[in-house]
Structure formats: C-alpha cells, structure tokens
C-alpha cells in the first residue's frame, strides 16, 4: 500500500465535503445558477478523483510501480487544475479561468490511463 496517496486521497476527499457543504450553503443565493453548476461540478470530480487517489493507493499494496505512482500524481494534478479552475471561476467569474480546465481534465485521463497500465503490470 502506498500511504501517501491513500492519505492524500483522505484529506482531498475530506477537504471535497466541505467545498461541497460550504457551496450549498454559504453560496446558495450570492453566486448565479450557472456558477452553482460549476462548483458543483468542480466538488464532484474532485470526490470521485478523491476516492481514485485512495484506490492508487490500495492497489499498491499489490506491487508498486511507476505508473501507479504517475496516476497518483496525475489525479492530484487534475484535481487541483480541474477543480481549483472551476472553483475560482465560479467565484470571480474570471472567463479566462476556463482555460486551464481542461489541462486538469488531460490529468484526469492520464491518470486513468496510467493507473489501468500500472494495475496490470504490477510487480
């Protein structure tokens, strides 16, 4: 098992449900429709990829590699360009934010990629 991204995993996960709480409730009504989309959209990625950081993790305890280790950074990354983008556009409302949505979103394939490679030539 590796610790660090079953832990990383944790606290991104716990750090998911309170951007999640703190957008349905502190939000609700200072932010438009549109931008309540978008965050809501930023937490769900970033639980789901919260949960694939744990699953990296777990499956090491299988036999660690480096492509296991790579979709562990990837989905860290993807996390925080794909969601730290949508967060903050929802908030400014910033349209050149945007843009580095989709740099978080190769991440997340990435590391989908890397982690089914890695789970199938584990040592």
Same mark, same amino acid.
């Given at each position: ?14 750090? #998911?449900? *309170? %951007?999640? !709480?703190? @957008?349905?409730? =502190?939000?609700? /009504?200072?932010?438009? $429709?549109?931008?309540?989309?978008? +965050? ?9 990829? #919260?949960? *694939? %950081?744990? !699953?990296? @993790?777990?499956? =090491?305890?299988? /036999?660690?590699?480096? $492509?296991?280790?790579?979709?562990? +950074? ?50």
């Amino acid at each position: 098992m590796n610790r660090t991204f079953v832990a990383i995993g944790a606290w991104a996960a716990f750090v #998911a449900v *309170a %951007l999640g !709480a703190f @957008g349905t409730h =502190a939000l609700r /009504g200072k932010l438009s $429709l549109v931008d309540l989309e978008v +965050w809501r959209t930023a937490v769900q990625y970033h639980l789901i990829h #919260a949960l *694939a %950081l744990i !699953a990296v @993790g777990l499956a =090491a305890a299988q /036999g660690e590699n480096r $492509l296991l280790r790579a979709s562990g +950074w990837l989905f860290l990354a993807g996390i925080l360009l794909f969601g730290g983008s949508l967060y903050a556009l929802a908030l400014t409302d910033r349209r050149i934010l945007g843009a580095i949505t989709p740099l978080g979103g190769l991440c997340f394939l990435g590391g989908w990629a890397t982690f089914a490679l890695g789970v199938s030539r584990r040592t």
